[in-house]
C-alpha cells in the first residue's frame, strides 16, 4: 500500500521564516523543514495500480501558476482540543481552484471526492497532550506575513510513519501550466 497525498513546498526562504516561529508552545511537535508543505489532496493509502494511475491523472491537471503569501496563523482542533498549529496562506481563491481541480481529477479515477472544507494552510506543529501556551503563540503570530512567493508545480508525495513522525517522499513533481 502506498500512502499518497498531493502538495506544494514553499521556498526556503519562506520555509526557514516559517521554521523560525517553533518553540514556545507545551505540547508541541514542531515540523521539520522536509516536512513543511501545503497540501492540495489528501488521496490515503492505495494499492500500486491506482497510485500509478493517480500519478497519470495529476499529470494531466492544467492551471496557471500563481503566487501566494503567509498571512497570520491558527490552531486545528478535535473535540476542542488543539491539535496542530498553522500558518496560513492568502489569497485563498487559487489555491483552493487548484484544490478543487486535483479533487477533480482524482474523482474521476474513483476515488471519493474531498468531504472536508480546504482551508490553505501550512502545518506548523502537532500536538497530542493539551498544549500550553496557544494563546500566546496565536497573539504573537498573528499578524505573520511575507512577500509573496511563486506557486509553479505540485508535488505527489508518499507518507511513510514511523516512530519520529511521518516522513515525505516526493514521487512525482508537475509543473503549473495552461
Given at each position: 500500500?502506498?500512502?499518497?497525498?498531493?502538495?506544494?513546498?514553499?521556498?526556503?526562504?519562506?520555509?526557514?521564516?516559517?521554521?523560525a516561529?517553533?518553540g514556545?508552545?507545551?505540547?508541541?511537535?514542531?515540523?521539520?523543514?522536509d516536512q513543511?508543505h501545503?497540501?492540495?489532496?489528501?488521496?490515503?493509502e492505495?494499492?500500486?495500480?491506482?497510485?500509478?494511475?493517480?500519478?497519470?491523472?495529476?499529470?494531466a491537471v492544467?492551471?496557471a501558476?500563481f503566487?501566494?503569501?503567509?498571512a497570520?496563523?491558527?490552531?486545528?482542533?478535535?473535540?476542542?482540543?488543539p491539535?496542530?498549529?498553522?500558518?496560513?496562506?492568502?489569497p485563498?481563491?487559487?489555491?483552493?481552484?487548484l484544490?478543487?481541480?486535483?479533487?477533480?481529477?482524482?474523482?474521476?479515477?474513483?476515488?471519493?471526492?474531498e468531504?472536508?472544507?480546504?482551508?490553505?494552510?501550512i502545518?506548523?506543529?502537532r500536538?497530542?497532550?493539551?498544549?500550553?501556551?496557544?494563546?500566546?503563540?496565536?497573539?504573537?503570530h498573528?499578524?505573520l506575513?511575507?512577500?509573496p512567493?511563486?506557486?509553479?508545480?505540485?508535488?505527489?508525495?508518499?507518507?511513510?510513519?514511523g516512530?519520529?513522525?511521518?516522513?515525505?517522499?516526493?514521487?512525482?513533481?508537475y509543473?503549473l501550466?495552461?
Amino acid at each position: 500500500m502506498h500512502r499518497l497525498f498531493v502538495g506544494f513546498r514553499p521556498p526556503s526562504a519562506i520555509r526557514a521564516q516559517l521554521l523560525a516561529l517553533a518553540g514556545g508552545v507545551s505540547g508541541a511537535r514542531w515540523q521539520k523543514d522536509d516536512q513543511l508543505h501545503c497540501t492540495l489532496r489528501y488521496i490515503g493509502e492505495v494499492e500500486r495500480p491506482v497510485a500509478e494511475d493517480v500519478a497519470t491523472a495529476l499529470g494531466a491537471v492544467r492551471f496557471a501558476p500563481f503566487e501566494l503569501a503567509l498571512a497570520g496563523v491558527g490552531e486545528f482542533d478535535s473535540r476542542g482540543r488543539p491539535n496542530a498549529l498553522w500558518a496560513g496562506l492568502r489569497p485563498h481563491d487559487k489555491v483552493a481552484q487548484l484544490h478543487q481541480k486535483i479533487d477533480q481529477a482524482m474523482v474521476r479515477l474513483g476515488l471519493p471526492p474531498e468531504r472536508r472544507a480546504y482551508l490553505p494552510h501550512i502545518t506548523l506543529a502537532r500536538m497530542n497532550a493539551p498544549a500550553g501556551a496557544n494563546a500566546r503563540f496565536l497573539d504573537t503570530h498573528a499578524g505573520l506575513a511575507s512577500a509573496p512567493f511563486p506557486v509553479d508545480s505540485f508535488l505527489l508525495y508518499e507518507s511513510h510513519l514511523g516512530r519520529e513522525g511521518a516522513s515525505y517522499e516526493a514521487i512525482g513533481r508537475y509543473p503549473l501550466r495552461v
